[in-house]
């Protein structure tokens, strides 16, 4: 049963071009194609990453917080206290008012109390600045090393600058050591994201970040074993172009480097507006779903790559989305901050306030980074 599944899986005619078998990508003549078994080690070089992203975090980012005086708010901590702590883990962290009622009959406390209780609780969980920094760090090096590498993999090949080079000779097409290293790296990259994604940062698109993970994890593997590399490496060095400029805009948001970090978010949107919503839908994609159908009649690996690249680009549109409201707020004078992230709570309201490492009174926003009142704000 289990072989027969595997045949169909592999079955020619779902992957391959119409007359054209997995006999004809074998090795010969000394020249290299790519196969599935390939990817095998991607996952000790998954878990490579993970390490190696350990240390990083340990001994250079966290220096480098220090360095551009990132500061950690000491957070008022939740007090003791089993009922509201069992209801917290186990109904919710957001009672409601008749719950707050109960819970104040049950704990002894008053409702306004057991609402400050929660509100604390719920910042005790939340991830602290250094943590985002250090992630933000990580992604900024890894990101902005492998556009650079993928640059230097693709910006000689005549398929750089003419797109229907991309299919010519399709599939027999051999690979090259930069590319194979330039796929094993960046789908074993996206596999540890996926891996450390339920102890990252959670942002509010967490769910659609899940998505975008799987979606690249199968692309790549599928462009590869299906030999649509050269499609693969512009499709990465396009998406590596403009992921380093958001995390080096949060590593400067996170340090307090309020007109760095717009400054870097604009060329960020700019950039991402260009390659996502212009570049890869208009000249990728066109390249994918038109140019393949003057060489062969549409096969499934055909069919099923394009809705892969077509869920990738509706979240690029909802992400797009996002970046524009971040704009709009920094146009109009407000202060930019990451839609995505979830909104820290003050305590403000109620005569308390907390304190950022070196003691100053300040409002917390989402991204963590707290903002100073308007005369400090002026002179930034």
């Not at 000779?169 to 930069?178: K, L």
């Not at 450390?196 to 509010?204: L, P, Y």
């Not at 499709?235 to 970090?261: Q, R, V």
């Not at 549409?298 to 690029?316: C, D, E, R, S, T």
Request: charged share 20%; with cysteine.
């Amino acid at each position: 049963m289990l072989q027969t599944l595997y045949d169909y899986f592999w079955w020619e005619r779902l992957w391959l071009p119409v007359n054209l078998t997995w006999a004809d990508l074998e090795d010969r003549d000394g020249r290299i194609y790519a196969k599935a078994s390939d990817l095998y080690v991607t996952l000790p070089l998954a878990l490579l990453f993970l390490i190696i992203r350990y240390f990083f975090e340990l001994y250079v980012a966290t220096p480098l917080a220090a360095l551009l005086n990132v500061k950690e708010k000491t957070r008022l901590r939740a007090p003791p206290n089993a009922t509201l702590e069992h209801f917290y883990q186990t109904r919710g962290k957001q009672p409601k008012q008749v719950e707050v009622e109960l819970l104040s009959r049950q704990s002894g406390l008053s409702g306004r109390q057991v609402e400050r209780w929660f509100r604390r609780r719920r910042n005790q969980d939340r991830p602290s600045l250094l943590k985002k920094f250090r992630e933000a760090s990580w992604r900024f090096t890894f990101y902005l090393i492998a556009f650079v590498a993928g640059m230097a993999v693709i910006v000689d090949k005549p398929w750089f600058y003419d797109l229907k080079k991309v299919w010519e000779g399709y599939p027999i097409q051999s690979t090259i050591s930069s590319q194979y290293w330039y796929y094993m790296i960046e789908l074993s990259f996206y596999m540890s994201l996926l891996f450390s994604i339920a102890s990252d940062v959670k942002r509010k698109d967490f769910k659609e970040q899940i998505i975008h993970h799987v979606a690249t994890i199968i692309l790549i593997s599928f462009s590869w074993f299906a030999n649509y590399i050269r499609a693969g490496t512009l499709i990465m060095a396009l998406h590596d172009s403009s992921d380093y400029l958001l995390e080096s805009a949060k590593m400067f948001n996170y340090a307090g480097w309020k007109n760095t970090c717009n400054n870097i978010f604009i060329i960020f949107a700019i950039v991402f507006i260009i390659t996502r919503l212009v570049i890869l839908p208009f000249w990728i994609l066109h390249c994918t779903l038109v140019y393949p159908l003057e060489l062969y009649p549409a096969f499934f690996g055909y069919y099923f790559f394009n809705i892969m690249m077509g869920v990738l680009q509706i979240l690029h549109i909802f992400w797009a989305y996002l970046i524009l409201r971040m704009a709009h707020k920094f146009i109009t004078g407000k202060v930019i901050e990451d839609e995505r992230s979830d909104r820290e709570e003050t305590e403000s309201s109620e005569g308390e306030e907390v304190v950022t490492g070196a003691g100053t009174k300040s409002r917390p926003l989402a991204n963590g980074h707290p903002v100073l009142n308007n005369h400090h704000r002026k002179n930034d």
